[in-house]
């Protein structure tokens, strides 16, 4: 769903994955807001940054889904990236 645009980091960790999609600040809070009406709890790396700067991407926990709703979740958050795009 987003080919060579997302950078994904921590996927050893087992519980959550960091995407970076390029956007910036004002985008990846549109973009946090559309997930969540899509019913995709994502949240912005910089709410666990000091100092308030802006570190870019998103914190995708995935602890509590079944290996069979993965599509499903990306898919959503694919359609959330398309809207805040304006695609």
């Known amino acids: 769903h987003f080919g060579d645009r997302a950078s ?27 997930a969540r009406e899509r019913g995709i709890g994502v949240y912005a ?5 000091h100092g308030g ?11 509590r889904l079944e290996v069979d709703q993965f599509p499903e979740a990306v898919a959503r958050l694919a359609d959330a990236v398309a809207e805040v795009d304006g695609v």
Request: glycine share 16%.
């Open 8 to 34: 994904v980091l921590g996927g050893a960790s087992g519980l959550h994955l960091v995407v970076d999609l390029g956007l910036g600040a004002a985008a990846e809070q549109r973009l946090l807001r559309s």
């Open 45 to 49: 790396q910089s709410s666990f940054s």
């Open 53 to 63: 700067r802006h570190v870019p991407g998103l914190v995708l926990g995935f602890s």
